[in-house]
């Protein structure tokens, strides 16, 4: 199948320490030969403990970080080539959603301004038809459509999230990535925006930055990323299987659910 996101080799290295002449003297190698392919339509996860440098590969592909080596290619365009215009261009194409639901909203503007901002700036919808496109995304993510004239503080986090997520859809991206997007949340919040998440994938392509992994049993594919590195890669029965990192993880996060329990 044709892949929609193409990264080859990607490296991302941060300074760890520095001598007392300021030059570098130690790294950390967050990103460290990445490679993946998300085709379109379906759903990819990138997994692993916190710190595996999974996070930072949705930076490195939104370009909100500057790789050190590799390549990423949309739609077959290398992304690393492209200039300002382009690249505003691509990040309409490509929306994210972050962990922290409270970080991630202006607090001082309405949820109905917080997804028209978006339609604005790419001038993508007369006036006349906002509102309504604003309901419509509401009503997708399990909101209210009165509730677009209320502010982020009036909300939970679970509800924070999903408006969140509505913002993200606002473009009609071409793929959309999932920051441990649920990670922040209590139990029942958490489960509530993973259902809300499968909805929206059917039919799209999206890749899902995750280290709960109840939250990617049912990707097309699952990648598992261990020290900035891939170690392993297939669907969730097939990992569960092979007795890898991907299995060790899952025995851990099932104890420690039957311990909460």
Do not use: W
Not at 28 to 41: L, N, Q, T, Y
Not at 168 to 176: G, Q, S
Not at 224 to 240: A, F, M, S
Request: net charge positive.
């Amino acid at each position: 199948m044709t892949a929609l996101l193409e990264v080859d080799g990607l490296k991302k290295h941060f300074v760890a320490d520095r001598s007392l002449l300021g030059r570098p003297t130690a790294h950390i190698k967050a990103v460290d030969g990445v490679s993946f392919r998300v085709e379109a339509g379906k759903t990819l996860a990138l997994v692993g403990e916190s710190g595996c440098g999974k996070s930072t590969v949705s930076r490195l592909v939104l370009r909100l970080i500057e790789p050190d080596a590799g390549t990423i290619r949309f739609e077959g365009r290398d992304l690393l080539a492209l200039d300002a215009h382009a690249l505003r261009s691509f990040r309409r194409d490509a929306q994210i959603i972050f962990q922290d639901p409270y970080a991630s909203l202006n607090p001082r503007m309405t949820v109905s301004q917080i997804l028209t901002e978006p339609l604005a700036l790419h001038d993508l919808l007369p006036s006349a038809g906002r509102r309504e496109r604003v309901e419509e995304l509401l009503r997708l993510v399990g909101l209210e459509p009165r509730f677009a004239r209320r502010y982020p503080h009036e909300f939970s986090g679970g509800q924070r999230q999903r408006i969140a997520i509505a913002r993200a859809l606002v473009t009609n991206p071409r793929i959309l990535i999932f920051d441990e997007a649920t990670s922040a949340l209590d139990l029942e919040s958490e489960q509530a925006i993973q259902r809300n998440m499968r909805q929206i994938a059917r039919g799209r392509t999206v890749l899902i930055i995750a280290h709960r992994l109840s939250t990617v049993r049912q990707c097309d594919r699952i990648v598992t990323v261990e020290q900035g590195q891939i170690v392993e890669q297939g669907r969730h029965d097939e990992l569960i299987r092979s007795g890898g990192r991907y299995a060790m993880l899952h025995r851990v996060q099932s104890g420690e659910a039957h311990d909460a329990a």
